[in-house]
């Protein structure tokens, strides 16, 4: 049986995975130094990874479930939830940058 803690462990994961998610791709970092690694890294995979929230959440992700999870098949289920749990909180705290789109003349709903 598991620890009760395990959960506890998931959820602190799951912010800090998001956390190093967002710096990585999204901040600037102390001395502009994240600004200067992604044009260090240009149109390399790593670059264009760094882009990505959902590609780098994946990769990030990986040392926490390695250390959360025990065994492997448990390691593998607890990568994906962890960035998964990543990419929702993300979702949740971004603004979309779309307007919502205005009713069109078809829509016969009104």
Wanted: aromatic share 12%; hydrophobic share 45%.
């Amino acid at each position: 049986m598991t620890s009760p803690l395990v959960f506890l462990d998931y959820v602190i994961g799951s912010f800090a995975v998001w956390r190093i998610t967002h710096l990585l791709v999204a901040e600037d970092g102390p001395w502009d130094a994240l600004v200067k690694l992604r044009a260090l890294l240009g149109d390399s995979a790593f670059g264009r990874a760094m882009d990505c929230f959902y590609c780098t959440s994946i990769w990030v992700s990986v040392p926490f479930a390695l250390r959360i999870a025990d065994h492997w098949p448990d390691r593998c289920i607890g990568w994906l939830a962890l960035s998964g749990v990543a990419c929702v909180l993300e979702q949740a705290t971004t603004r979309s940058e779309r307007p919502y789109s205005p009713a069109r003349k078809d829509d016969a709903s009104t």
